[in-house]
């Protein structure tokens, strides 16, 4: 049973994997992979040393670390709220609820956000009143391009993510609820003291896999939405590497680029596992 699975990433994943020795060449499709000629590590230095590198580095953490405070939380907060619902009609309801923006079409996703951000619309109104501003579009203003990108990914990916931690919560014993009430714990007390414990385990692995990912950003989402006047702030790694290699036909030199990027996710995840391993006894491997 486990063949067909562990063919597919062998053939998809691994496999392919061979293909990223272009970065260390000028690759050329007549001379082929094998033919082309070496050039060491110059991609890497001539990106790093490029004019876009640094703005590009903190485009990509600015919005995992966004993400990551924001859009990490928010599933186990939705979690927790839907756990405390005992009407089991409105719990299934808002689950459902929840769970829809998931299951939209990215393209629609963005097209909505247009819509909702453009100027005249009622978001871009609030956000004129509160804040004082012309009432320009909201996506022709770099200083918003960050929020508006995760609140977006909280609003699609939220009641998808807090599925595993519902998961998670099944696994609490229930008795032990009822202990915490027959010692006079409130709801609060009991979330604190014997929800969150009991989620710690789930919320760690999460965590690490979540910080194997950190500078990846999703490069559709931000293609679909960004334009030349937000590149300041919206323009990222990943979104780098596609303008590179499939507009410019650079190959070899956003090969590089995005082998730099795995190798930094690759560090901050091992690095991540190591931490929890000997602070919380958690760990992937």
Request: net charge neutral; charged share 15%; hydrophobic share 45%.
């Amino acid at each position: 049973m486990a063949l067909p699975v562990v063919g597919y990433y062998l053939v998809f994943f691994y496999w392919p994997m061979y293909g990223a020795v272009i970065a260390f060449q000028n690759y050329s499709p007549m001379k082929g992979i094998w033919g082309s000629d070496w050039v060491g590590l110059d991609h890497f230095v001539h990106f790093m040393n490029g004019h876009y590198f640094w703005r590009l580095i903190r485009n990509t953490l600015m919005l995992s670390l966004y993400s990551l405070l924001f859009g990490f939380t928010a599933p186990i907060i939705l979690a927790l709220l839907l756990n405390e619902v005992r009407n089991r009609f409105l719990k299934n309801f808002l689950q459902t609820v929840s769970y829809l923006p998931y299951f939209i079409s990215l393209i629609v996703v963005c097209e909505l956000i247009r819509v909702f951000t453009e100027s005249g619309s009622p978001i871009n109104l609030l956000y004129s009143y509160l804040s004082g501003s012309s009432g320009q579009d909201m996506l022709q203003q770099p200083n918003l391009f960050r929020s508006i990108y995760v609140s977006s990914e909280i609003w699609q990916q939220s009641g998808w993510e807090s599925i595993i931690y519902l998961a998670a919560l099944t696994g609490i014993d229930p008795k032990q609820y009822e202990a915490a009430r027959i010692d006079g714990a409130g709801r609060l007390r009991q979330i604190v003291s014997i929800t969150l414990p009991g989620l710690a385990p789930t919320i760690i692995i999460m965590l690490i896999l979540r910080l194997g990912h950190l500078l990846e950003v999703s490069y559709e989402k931000i293609i679909l939405l960004y334009n030349p006047v937000n590149y300041e702030t919206a323009d990222v790694i990943s979104t780098y590497v596609y303008r590179k290699g499939l507009i410019d036909n650079d190959w070899s030199f956003s090969s590089a680029v995005g082998l730099f990027n795995s190798l930094i996710n690759l560090t901050v995840l091992v690095l991540a596992n190591a931490i929890s391993r000997k602070f919380s006894g958690k760990s992937l491997w």
